[in-house]
């Protein structure tokens, strides 16, 4: 079983900064993606972003620019620096990862999801 254990979020008014952090534990797994998407209420949940293990990554279109991602793989680690944050950026985060293991294959597991509000 890999547990996600996020961190970070919480209130900031328009044009300041948060930083995300999830970090994946278990045994016997490897993570093939890992990031971050999104759901504002009313809405779809979207990708954020997320990064491969090759250290390719994607970001959504509206955070392109803003948003960074990066990756510690000795801990299974993956931050989220978001900056001139906007109120529509205001949503729940939940972290993803594409996990791998010997028994399973590839799985799909999310954290619980950790609250951003950004205030005009």
């Known amino acids: 079983q890999v547990q996600l254990v996020e961190s970070g979020g919480g209130l900031v008014q328009a044009g300041g900064s948060l930083r995300l952090s999830c970090a994946a534990s278990g045994r016997g797994f490897s993570i093939n993606a890992m990031g971050w998407y999104r759901q504002a209420p009313g809405k779809q949940r979207e990708l954020v972003a997320a990064?491969?293990?090759?250290?390719?990554?994607n970001f959504g279109d509206s955070v392109k620019g803003r948003f960074t991602l990066s990756r510690d793989n000795a801990k299974n680690t993956v931050y989220l620096q978001m900056n001139s944050l906007k109120p529509e950026d205001t949503a729940v985060y939940y972290c993803?990862?594409?996990?791998?293991?010997?028994?399973?294959?590839?799985?799909?597991?999310w954290g619980q999801g950790t609250q951003v509000t950004v205030s005009s």
């Open positions: 993803n990862a594409a996990v791998v293991t010997l028994l399973t294959g590839e799985h799909d597991y």
């Open positions: 990064i491969r293990s090759g250290g390719r990554t």
